[in-house]
């Protein structure tokens, strides 16, 4: 696991993305019992970019997001064929430490989560759990990662209150501070402004767009203009299948596909 | 936290005033190229028009990647505006090359000997777009809607300029063909006008979210 994310593959020429690769999805193909929920999927990511997944209820985004990180291995008589890799080396390969990956690769969801303790903690949750113990440490991470979320000045003089009396927006914030502190290398997002409110979600693609600074983004969104507006890729399934794969402004000026046309314009999904 | 979409729309709105600096200063150099029989400045006015093209495609592509992002409300209006005035100010291009090339080809044959009242045409011409541009980087509607009724002025002369050439290529017959490039020269600054009211009605919109084309 320790050389999990060391090599920076190139992507060759005529293969799907123009950014350094990080992430690679090779013919997987993902079933829940004897349903196949993801058909064949290969499709490369590029490094310290936002990538959209788009598609309708059921089409697998959110599926082949939780690949990422083996949220799935959750469930049961989920097989998975094919590769999904990171950094070159397989993520499912059998001497992959989960928990190592899991901190590689944070998550964000929907609905936020924090934990019922003080904002604080939530932060620093995760860097305890990896054994960070030096106070002065933690402090000065909880309060870079706080920062990082756009948080800090909102809430640095009540890090020690409870975090569920935050609103939704901040709450949701607070998740991206606690998903950041560990320092991932990449991070999922599945529908992470879709409980909010228009300021809130603004904030959200605002802090997405300052984190790819430092941070490889999958996001999982219903909203159009939200892929447009964040997103400098985006992949768009159907039915478990990869329709099409492009830079975002290509995919909603110009789609290659009529299918991938429809459902931007809204005539179906 | 930087606020990415307000910045795309400022970068936008930049994007343009530069367009339209170029395209005031074409204005400029294709009215003195004319009055001063500048053959030089008239070239120049020609390589501008390159820059200026340049610029409405650029612009229209941060349009439409702009529009892609659903802007709402006044970021809507502007987005659309700004599409509309660059064309505009890519017409005012074009129109200040055409008067440079009659300048050049007046510049090469002896004056005629007519009073015209074009000196006082071009400025009111250049007035009304640099007044437009003003109305628009100031979000001034009142400004806007008082740049307007000058256009009516600029037709009057043209027309009036339109009957001295005629009758006087009916009497000095050969001299026609360095009438037909003052008619010309006439008709493009009358043109340039008509741009410039043009820009002036997209800023009312803007900032009043009312369409007043064609109620005047």
Request: contains cysteine; charged residues 25%.
């Amino acid at each position: 696991m320790a050389e999990l994310f060391m090599p920076k593959l190139n992507v060759p020429e005529g293969k799907n993305s123009e950014h350094t690769a990080l992430i690679e999805f090779a013919d997987l193909s993902l079933y829940y019992g004897a349903s196949k929920a993801l058909k064949n999927i290969s499709l490369t990511l590029g490094e310290k970019v936002v990538t959209a997944f788009i598609g309708p209820s059921g089409c697998g985004k959110s599926t082949l997001l939780r690949c990422l990180n083996r949220m799935n291995d959750l469930i049961d008589n989920v097989r998975i064929e094919g590769a999904c890799k990171i950094g070159g080396h397989d993520i499912y390969a059998k001497d992959v430490d989960v928990i190592e990956l899991r901190k590689r690769v944070g998550m964000v969801f929907q609905k936020s989560n924090p934990f019922p303790k003080s904002i604080y903690e939530n932060v620093a949750y995760g860097l305890r759990l990896h054994g960070v113990k030096n106070k002065s440490e933690l402090d000065g991470i909880v309060e870079k990662s706080l920062r990082s979320s756009a948080l800090w000045e909102e809430v640095k003089d009540r890090l020690h209150t409870s975090a569920l009396g935050l609103s939704g927006g901040q709450q949701q914030r607070l998740c991206i501070a606690r998903a950041i502190a560990i320092k991932p290398e990449i991070i999922l997002m599945d529908e992470p402004a879709s409980a909010l409110d228009p300021i809130a979600t603004a904030r959200i693609e605002d802090l997405i767009l300052d984190l790819k600074k430092e941070f490889t983004i999958v996001i999982v969104t219903h909203n159009m203009q939200q892929a447009a507006r964040i997103s400098d890729q985006t992949a768009f399934f159907y039915i478990g299948e990869l329709v099409e794969f492009g830079a975002t402004s290509k995919i909603f000026t110009n789609p290659s596909q009529k299918r991938t046309e429809d459902y931007v314009s809204g005539r179906f999904g | 936290m930087e606020n990415h979409f307000e910045a795309g729309i400022e970068n936008l709105r930049q994007k343009l005033l530069v367009m339209a600096s170029h395209a005031e200063k074409s204005v400029n150099e294709a009215v003195q190229s004319l009055m001063q029989r500048n053959h030089d400045l008239a070239l120049r006015v020609k390589a501008d028009d390159d820059v200026i093209d340049k610029y409405e495609v650029e612009i229209d592509e941060m349009a439409i990647h702009l529009l892609t992002k659903a802007p709402l409300a006044s970021n809507l209006r502007l987005v659309t505006v700004a599409m509309k005035i660059s064309q505009n100010l890519e017409r005012i291009g074009d129109e200040a090359t055409k008067i440079a090339k009659r300048s050049r080809d007046l510049a090469q044959e002896p004056p005629v000997k007519i009073n015209l009242d074009l000196p006082r045409m071009a400025n009111l011409a250049l007035a009304m777009v640099k007044d437009a541009l003003d109305s628009f980087v100031q979000k001034d509607s009142v400004a806007a809607r008082a740049i307007i009724p000058r256009d009516k002025e600029v037709d009057a002369l043209n027309k009036q300029i339109h009957q001295q050439l005629a009758q006087h290529m009916m009497e000095n017959p050969d001299t026609i063909a360095r009438c037909l490039n003052w008619i010309v020269a006439a008709k493009s600054l009358e043109r340039i006008a008509d741009h410039a009211k043009n820009i002036a009605e997209e800023v009312v919109y803007l900032c009043e979210a009312q369409d007043i084309r064609h109620s005047h």
